[in-house]
């Protein structure tokens, strides 16, 4: 069974840094694509960033380019988020997901997300 | 960057069929995904490249895309199916980009 176990959010103050991790189970990770999606209370989903089953080639939206990094352990079968200069327009439910094979690929499976509030 | 564009919400009454559009400019060149996102749940994958479903889904959920719109098409729609509904795509200037999103109310 595919898991996906986000971890690493709460609360954080404007120009500050966290670290969200993605724990995996269930598949061949490094065989995978994998990706970040947020969702903003009450809003729709946007795209953060993604990366490739090696970890090279990782790719951003617009919005986050320059403030996150996105990264990944294939021994640990672990995702991560680094998210620094975060602001108030950062707060959102931050999931991981899995793409179905090699990038580009939509997503299969989700996690159930980890809430990142930015406020002072 | 590409757009793609989503009615807020689509209403249907039980039993019938809810149709979910999804316009983007020549959307129809793309391969466009469908997602679903119960209230307080993670979003599940509904169809992919346009028409294919993955293992688990009822073939009530169906996709289309032609020109600049996809269409995703739910039969014998029942209180279980309201949610919100995303396409997305993949574009090679924009990378991924969903739809805003459609609220499906069954009445």
């Known amino acids: 069974e595919v898991r996906l176990l986000e971890s690493g959010g709460g609360l954080v103050q404007p120009g500050g840094s966290l670290r969200l991790s993605c724990a995996a189970s269930g598949f061949t990770f490094s065989s995978c694509a994998m990706t970040w999606v947020r969702q903003a209370p009450g809003k729709g989903l946007e795209w953060v960033s993604a990366?490739?089953?090696?970890?090279?080639?990782?790719y951003y939206a617009d919005s986050v380019k320059g403030r996150f990094t996105i990264s990944r352990d294939n021994f640990r079968n672990t995702l991560y988020l680094q998210m620094d200069s975060l602001r108030p327009d950062d707060t959102a439910i931050y999931f991981c997901?899995?793409?179905?094979?090699?990038?580009?690929?939509?997503?299969?499976?989700w996690g159930q997300g980890t809430l990142v509030t930015v406020s002072s | 960057s590409y757009v793609l564009s989503q009615p807020p919400s689509v209403s249907v009454a039980p039993g019938q069929t809810a149709r979910i559009s999804c316009g983007g400019n020549?959307?129809?060149?793309?391969?466009v995904h469908w997602y679903q996102q119960k209230a307080g749940q993670a979003p599940v994958l509904l169809v992919y490249?346009?028409?294919n479903r993955p293992s688990g889904i009822p073939d009530r959920f169906s996709g289309s895309n032609s020109g600049n719109t996809a269409t995703l098409t739910i039969t014998r729609v029942g209180a279980g199916d309201e949610a919100d509904y995303y396409c997305q795509v993949w574009d090679t200037d924009s990378d991924w980009v969903f739809g805003g999103g459609t609220k499906l109310t069954v009445l």
């Open positions: 990366i490739s089953g090696s970890g090279f080639s990782p």
């Open positions: 997901a899995k793409e179905v094979a090699g990038d580009p690929s939509p997503f299969d499976y």
């Open positions: 490249d346009n028409h």
């Open positions: 020549n959307i129809g060149t793309k391969r």
